[in-house]
């Protein structure tokens, strides 16, 4: 205990010499940036720092190794605007509102940056809640508290859950894949939505849909000149995964004139211009609904894809998060996999991943970290290399495993949980729809703005006609004119929106996304300060 | 629904026609490869597939646009045993041994090759279930029933955790580092193992240590020049990850005759000669305790190593993962940090990230896929990169971020649940102490083997002399001696080892990685299987 004493003292000592840097300094920005407001922010490392004098305000951090020199420069050039710097911002806004309640012209921040529904409220389904707490802790399963306190169906399944686990630990790594049992549940609530088979040993169950997407850009791209074509605009993880796995994004343009219409013969000519730069273009993205701008493809236009798939020889990767989120009734969502078994197409004519999320849909459990791909058309040798990079992270976390079977086997009519499971799923549905639409109206009602329907999805992308004026005043300011107007948004109004360049956009086009996630009695507001926002900024920067 | 009927006869036709391969391919390797011996694995698909017809033997997969010749090489590349070719073939033995028993000289498969003790039959610690399930249902924190259920603390904890969650909203995403409250905790937790200040601003929660150690390769192999300097024998996830991101592994062996020692001026060889051949050695990963080595450095060492990296510029890649797996009384776990802070060092003086798992320790919560990273030493400028690498996967999973702040903040004295808490660690600590002790003296006393202390970590490494006649007989099977070994050893006792190549050693060696997990009713059996294979083994082929 002597030697801890003398040794804090002299790490004090050596602390105050060299580590106390200014403020001022870019570290207070990255304080800023990893602090979050909550009340227990003052650890006792910032009691320590208190002590040390300032005499070495000098001091930096020049002889540590790794700098932007050389740092893996894929990671410098890797972005991803959706917690990007508006959102920094924001938190920065947080703050000073609850330091200084009235310190800024509105009294909280309104996050609509990102697709993340329970940060604002919405509340979890309560059969899948009951089912993950009984798995986490087995233990009272049988205890006779338990059935006052869960539905019989929760318990119920809770029992089959863990039947289908080896010892039912659920503390165990799984399958790389994922929990067999849990696969095959998945697979059939996969033959219930598309009238075709699945495979378990196809599905391979991921911590949320973005590593899946990772691993197979991993598998995909081995130089730059490996290409994937990606929509603009796009879902900012394809552009930040290609980059840090090093390929070339081929853009097509989806065409905002048609509602966000995927056109082949733009397929066509920018496959034709990247081949001709050298590109061997391996797969294409599709996001369907789509993310950031809400189109739901027509089943014809789905084949058309699949078609250009199978001709061209591309992985077809079919974003597939959204699809319990349709909020029209003219259209519907079709898995790739269905459009091209029911083309006639067999597990050998085409390649292709489709990604799940427990995420989205109506339940957003994000937190969770719960998704799957299931990978159908590629060789047992690339499914074993698959495998393999599977099993170097071990396997998907075990909570997140159980609720994407859950989503994908919802309680059943007769089931106790079925009425109340399918009163929250239509409110929360019922809600989105209204939201969208109360949102959409809105921006098609401002000065130079134009929003294509949220036929899907969470988010609506409308596009902003600036005034030379503001453009001007964003080169100014050196930032990109939608940015200066989400920026200009947030510190008036605190909601926050991610700027369409963050997504990728047609040039000399502006946009930016909103989600159409907060509460319904807060859409109001939310219509008004924007409203009156974007009244102000025209009249300061109309012609 | 018609349509549906149609397309469903038309894509059976079509399977027909285009899918069914030869059940002697590889592809059926790949299926037992991907299937566990779930009773439920018979699925419709499996139904589908018994309809098919098989005169399209011949039909293959070279129409699918990815092969092996245009796969990314880093993926061929990368290996990792712990999950490799003897696992599958233990799998298949499973199967087999549940199909059909009696079939092989032994009635279960004994896992030893994966630090995965809950799949062993150890029981999760119960305070940190009640946590995590009250976590997952908040709903039920105010119903009378749930106090006669869970303890006092674990509602109070679970209280305190959903304070720190704003909006209590644990199906949201959190910040990108993990929720400020429970990095809060762990900060705390840290101060108190090691008596110097921890930042709560330098903690990355992560899903398991796995991604955590990725995201450090990601950021500091920019190309092949980048290399890691690793220790032989290794724990696979830095070969394969080192591989994935196209770096140069840098190997250093450790000393077997000192009981894995780690010598500097070994370290400084293996430096000098990496920069000869023009590699930029970044970093230097220690594993302590060791995997799979066992071996706890001596304080005095790691001074040397901390001394090491700052002369030379190199980070610091710290797994700690096994810090509270320590079985011998003369030895104890001294953090890198903590030695570098009783240096006198001081956060500019050298970059260090530990990593700590929830996988680990006596809990072995492998399956919550939780754990952090504490970054320490980098500028503000890289901190932002790792952020922003962090924020492209939104964030770990919240059990697995709750997990973490239980382990480094346990029941104290005077809690409800510290007593049974106390126990149930105590009890396991002391039986893995006992079954280390117990393997290490059966390997020990067979010919030719020689075994070091687990003086720490969860497994064993012994060193076979393996008579040439089985050296030469594994040349003519095509396999390394230690993997002949191991699959003679599998195919005889149903004993699942990973083969020493898998982790590396000096050339000419051979070892197995044997974990120390089984339970203790098992150890006897495991014993004796061994000894008698052994005996044979060396019959069969000594000279």
């Known amino acids: 205990m002597r030697r801890f004493v003398a040794d804090k003292a002299k790490y004090l000592i050596n602390r105050t010499r060299t580590t106390c840097s200014s403020p001022s300094t870019s570290t207070s920005l990255l304080h800023r940036l990893t602090s979050s407001p909550s009340p227990s922010s003052s650890s006792k490392s910032a009691g320590v720092l208190r002590f040390l004098s300032t005499d070495s305000m000098a001091s930096d951090y020049s002889s540590t190794p790794v700098t932007l020199n050389n740092v893996n420069p894929k990671v410098l050039k890797c972005e991803y605007a959706v917690r990007g710097e508006i959102v920094n911002v924001a938190q920065k806004l947080q703050q000073d509102l609850k330091e200084n309640p009235g310190s800024h012209p509105f009294d909280e921040i309104l996050y609509c940056n990102i697709g993340n529904p329970q940060s604002l409220a919405q509340q979890p389904i309560t059969f899948f809640r009951e089912v993950l707490a009984l798995c986490d802790h087995p233990l009272i399963l049988d205890k006779s508290e338990t059935q006052g306190l869960f539905s019989a169906d929760s318990i119920e399944r809770a029992f089959q859950i863990l039947d289908q686990i080896p010892g039912r630990a659920t503390g165990a790594y799984s399958h790389s894949q994922g929990i067999k049992g849990l696969r095959d549940t998945i697979a059939s ?45 796009q879902y900012p993880l394809y552009s930040a995964s290609i980059a840090l796995h090093g390929g070339s994004l081929v853009p097509y343009y989806l065409d905002e004139e048609t509602g966000w219409g995927l056109e082949v ?80 197409l067999g597990e050998k ?106 036929e899907g999805a969470m988010y609506l992308f409308p596009r902003i006609n600036l005034p030379d004026k503001a453009i001007k005043a964003a080169e100014e300011a050196k930032t990109a004119p939608d940015a200066f107007y989400a920026k200009r948004l947030l510190n008036a109004t605190g909601i926050v929106v991610v700027p369409g360049s963050g997504f990728g956009q047609r040039p000399g086009t502006w946009h930016f996304r909103c989600t159409i996630l907060p509460q319904e009695d807060k859409i109001p507001a939310i219509v008004s300060r924007l409203t009156e926002f974007h009244k102000q900024f025209m009249d300061e920067f109309r012609g």
């Open 349 to 454: 004519d085409l390649s292709l991943v489709s990604f799940q999320s427990v995420s989205k849909g109506f339940y957003g459990e994000c937190g969770k970290r719960g998704g799957y791909m299931e990978v159908t058309g590629f060789s047992p040798e690339i499914r074993e290399q698959i495998y393999k990079v599977a099993s170097v992270n071990l396997c998907s976390n075990i909570s997140g495993q159980i609720l994407a079977s859950l989503v994908m086997s919802p309680p059943k009519v007769g089931d106790e949980s079925y009425e109340s499971f399918a009163a929250e799923k239509e409110g929360i549905l019922s809600s989105l729809t209204r939201r969208a639409k109360t949102l959409e109206d809105a921006f098609n009602s401002l000065e130079g703005v134009t929003c294509n329907k949220a």
């Open 189 to 233: 609530g996969i033959e219930a939505r598309d009238g075709f088979p699945a495979d378990p040993n196809d599905i391979f169950l991921t911590d949320g849909a973005s590593p899946a997407v990772h691993m197979m850009m991993q598998l995909l791209i081995g130089s730059e000149n490996d290409g994937i074509l990606c929509p603009i605009p």
């Open 265 to 344: 013969s733009e397929l066509e000519n920018q496959l034709k211009d990247a081949k001709s730069k050298g590109i061997n273009v391996r797969a294409l993205v599709v996001i369907n609904p789509g993310n950031p701008t809400g189109q739901v493809l027509a089943e014809a236009n789905q084949r058309e894809i699949v078609e250009f798939c199978k001709k061209e020889g591309l992985v077809l990767l079919a974003d597939e998060v959204y699809q319990e989120n349709v909020y029209v009734p003219e259209k519907q969502f079709h898995s790739f996999k269905k459009v091209a078994r029911s083309m006639g």
